[in-house]
Nanobody, 116 residues
Framework: QVQLVESGGGLVQPGGSLRLSCAASGFTFSSYVMSWYRQAPGKERELVASIASVGGSTSYADSVKGRFIISRDNAKNTVYLQMNSLKPEDTAVYYC?????????WGQGTQVTVSS
């Protein structure tokens, strides 16, 4: 059974940091491109960051470049999103996704709220 379970969300003040984790099971994690998406209320889901299955190359949305870092630990079947210098506009439900060709899996999401 495929599972992607996000954790690490919560309430944080502007300028603060959070680290999200996404634990995967039920598929060959190391061969999948892993991504983080987010969806704010009333907005479409958007791609935040991705990391390749091999080599570790990464890409980021312009809105988070220089503040967020995506990483993965294939031994632990886990992908991370380190979020620094958080802004109120980063408030959203954050989802992880695994993709290999036409095969795609999503987690259930974790809420991140940035507010004073």
């Amino acid at each position: 059974q495929v599972q992607l379970v996000e954790s690490g969300g919560g309430l944080v003040q502007p300028g603060g940091s959070l680290r999200l984790s996404c634990a995967a099971s039920g598929f060959t994690f190391s061969s999948y491109v892993m991504s983080w998406y987010r969806q704010a209320p009333g907005k479409e889901r958007e791609l935040v960051a991705s990391i390749a299955s091999v080599g570790g190359s990464t890409s980021y949305a312009d809105s988070v470049k220089g503040r967020f870092i995506i990483s993965r630990d294939n031994a632990k079947n886990t992908v991370y999103l380190q979020m620094n210098s958080l802004k109120p506009e980063d408030t959203a439900v954050y989802y992880c996704k695994g993709r290999r060709g036409s095969s795609e899996y999503w987690g259930q999401g974790t809420q991140v709220t940035v507010s004073s």
